[in-house]
T-cell receptor, first 112, second 110 residues
Framework: SQQGEEDPQALSIQEGENATMNCSYKTSINNLQWYRQNSGRGLVHLILIRSNEREKHSGRLRVTLDTSKKSSSLLITASRAADTASYFCATDDTGGYNKLIFGAGTRLAVHP | DGGITQSPKYLFRKEGQNVTLSCEQNLNHDAMYWYRQDPGQGLRLIYYSQIVNDFQKGDIAEGYSVSREKKESFPLTVTSAQKNPTAFYLC?????????FGEGSRLTVL
């Protein structure tokens, strides 16, 4: 079962522009995480936001969480070509056994 | 260096053969996970383990098996019962909510 669903599936922007990706989920969560994956590589953790938090920052990353709408967004400001990657949201299954469920991801292409 | 090591990075298998993917961690994490990723798709959970000698099926466990005899090791066997095994396999360990991933193993069935 897929918990998080990212939107859009693909995003193409120019360097310097901001990139916004959205994630929706279906059930109650303890926290929501965002990961990045370069092509053919493993995933790298970017940021974790807890269910009682509404916004979190890390460098050029800004994550928001709206538990009433069951959605989160990831904003990358002043994007660089090196930000080109796939971005995934992941949520804990509160009824489960410490399972982390991933969405299908957003493929971001940043053009020089 | 601490981390997750997966091997082999690339593996080719003939139909009907079982193959085992290795996953080793030296992070001293209790929880370990196996995910499968198909092109253009997200990660699907195959198996996970919270502690040694215990593991649970994920969403797509059919045709796979695991063992957790040591804290550091969580090997995944892709059996001949898995009808479509060609995929990218990712192993991860977990601490404080965050997952730490290996670099993946790409399995191709010929």
């Amino acid at each position: 079962s897929q918990q998080g669903e990212e939107d859009p599936q693909a995003l193409s922007i120019q360097e310097g522009e901001n990139a916004t990706m959205n994630c929706s989920y279906k059930t109650s969560i303890n926290n929501l995480q965002w990961y990045r994956q370069n092509s053919g590589r493993g995933l790298v953790h970017l940021i974790l936001i807890r269910s009682n938090e509404r916004e979190k920052h890390s460098g050029r990353l800004r994550v928001t969480l709206d538990t009433s709408k069951k959605s989160s967004s990831l904003l990358i400001t002043a994007s660089r070509a090196a930000d080109t990657a796939s971005y995934f949201c992941a949520t804990d299954d509160t009824g489960g056994y410490n399972k982390l469920i991933f969405g299908a991801g957003t493929r971001l292409a940043v053009h020089p | 260096d601490g981390g997750i090591t997966q091997s082999p990075k690339y593996l080719f298998r003939k139909e009907g053969q079982n193959v085992t993917l290795s996953c080793e961690q030296n992070l001293n994490h209790d929880a370990m996970y196996w995910y499968r990723q198909d092109p253009g798709q997200g990660l699907r959970l195959i198996y996970y383990s919270q502690i040694v000698n215990d593991f649970q099926k994920g969403d797509i466990a059919e045709g796979y098996s695991v063992s957790r005899e040591k804290k550091e090791s969580f090997p995944l066997t892709v059996t001949s019962a898995q009808k479509n095994p060609t995929a990218f396999y990712l192993c991860a360990s977990r601490k404080s909510g965050e997952l730490f991933f290996g670099e993946g193993s790409r399995l191709t069935v010929l």
